[in-house]
């Protein structure tokens, strides 16, 4: 469990052979800068590029929460991707701590509100082709959310594929309209502090089903003296990470056998075992496609090629065994996996069931009858 894949992936020409190069010599997870750099290239590509999805378009930002236990160097690998971005020229990070109000604000361009009207009718002139880019990079991902979590995180969810000039209530009835918002995520947390921090209501909300929970233990290593990359190695990560940049712009198309490829893992990918994740299935196929397009752009590619979807969907399916051990016991209680069966038999019924029919299905999960109908009555 430390991120490392088949050879023929370990050889591919692209920033992630550079990053790891980069950031060699530590005690951080190379799971951990992986998905510190995925989170990073997405939030460096903005809504630069594109994949075409109906009528709508996919763009590269993800939310990552890096999760582990205290001492698993999540911060380490979070501020040296985000120091990597400042020192290319990235200057979108979000404030260290706020509220939902203001992040709206920052991400609307309104300075001070209250100074006078201009600023919120200003924020609602503009191009149609503007976009309002931020990266949220908070290794303490709790202490981010300044209060109003539940409607905080809400929001973040529905800004993660927003397309078009979002719109919000901030002050005193006044609103403010944020052209084409592009929100990218890179926290960091411990199960525990998460299970403290979020309500379980979130669970049942977007915000969870849009956030890929990274976890990786500790690497047991112990160096004294991390590895302090070069100026030629600092020169040569800036200089690829530009290009990305300037190299790629608009619709990133695929070739047919990468089409049919991906077609093949929508259609037989299996949720994760977990009822938790439930509405994360309903997100899956958005995720890797995400994930396709930063590692396309990751290797200057201009089209997508079979290898770059089996390679995005490796790294999701590597990540996802991990995702139940990510979140420890939050959201989970005594009963969810029984009353997660009994709504898939209701929902899979063709005729309404009698509390017996149900039973019938459900007894070799019970000992006797009567903690089944306890569970019957409080759902």
């Known amino acids: 469990m430390n991120g490392e894949f088949p050879r023929e992936f370990k050889d591919r020409d692209d920033f992630f052979k550079r990053w790891f190069n980069y950031t060699r010599g530590t005690e951080v997870p190379t799971f951990f800068y992986r998905w510190s750099a995925i989170a990073g290239l997405g939030a460096w590509l903005g809504q630069d590029v594109h994949l075409k999805f109906g009528d709508s ?75 309002r880019e931020v990266f949220i990079a908070a290794d303490e991902f709790n202490d981010f959310f300044g209060n109003n979590i539940l409607e905080f995180v809400s929001m973040l969810g529905v800004l993660w594929d927003f397309e078009g000039t979002y719109e919000n209530k901030i002050k005193n009835g006044q609103s403010i309209s944020i052209p084409n918002p592009n929100v990218s995520i890179l926290g960091g947390t411990t199960a525990t ?15 969870f089903s849009r956030t890929l929970a990274v976890f990786a233990p500790p690497t047991g290593k112990k160096i004294t003296w991390p590895y302090s990359p070069t100026e030629d190695e600092q020169r040569e990560i800036k200089t690829y990470l530009l290009n990305i940049k300037t190299n790629h712009s608009g619709a990133i198309t695929l070739t047919t056998a990468a089409t049919a490829l991906v077609d093949k893992i929508y259609q037989n990918w299996e949720n994760v075992a977990d009822v938790r994740f439930a509405s994360y299935a309903n997100r899956r196929h958005v995720h890797l496609l995400k994930l396709i397009l930063i590692v396309t752009c990751a290797r200057m590619g201009k089209q997508v090629e079979a290898e770059d979807v089996i390679y995005a969907n490796t790294i999701l399916h590597h990540t996802e065994q991990f995702m139940p051990q990510a979140y420890g016991e939050f959201g989970e209680s005594k009963n969810s996996a029984l009353t997660h069966k009994i709504i898939q038999i209701l929902e899979n019924s063709k005729e309404p069931l009698t509390v017996l029919e149900l039973w019938s299905k459900m007894q070799s999960d019970f000992d006797k009858m009567e903690p089944f109908t306890q569970l019957i009555r409080s759902e």
């Open 193 to 207: 502090t998460f299970n403290s921090t979020f309500p379980n209501e979130i669970i049942g909300q977007g915000f």
């Open 57 to 131: 378009k996919i763009f590269p930002n993800m939310y990552v929460i890096l999760m582990g236990e205290p001492g698993t160097k999540k911060s380490t690998a979070i501020k040296r991707m985000k120091k990597l971005l400042a020192q290319t020229g990235y200057n979108k990070f979000s404030a260290e701590k706020t509220s939902k109000e203001k992040f709206l604000l920052d991400l609307g361009g309104v300075d001070d509100p209250d100074s006078s009207g201009d600023d919120f009718l200003d924020a609602g002139l503009f191009d149609e082709d503007e976009t």
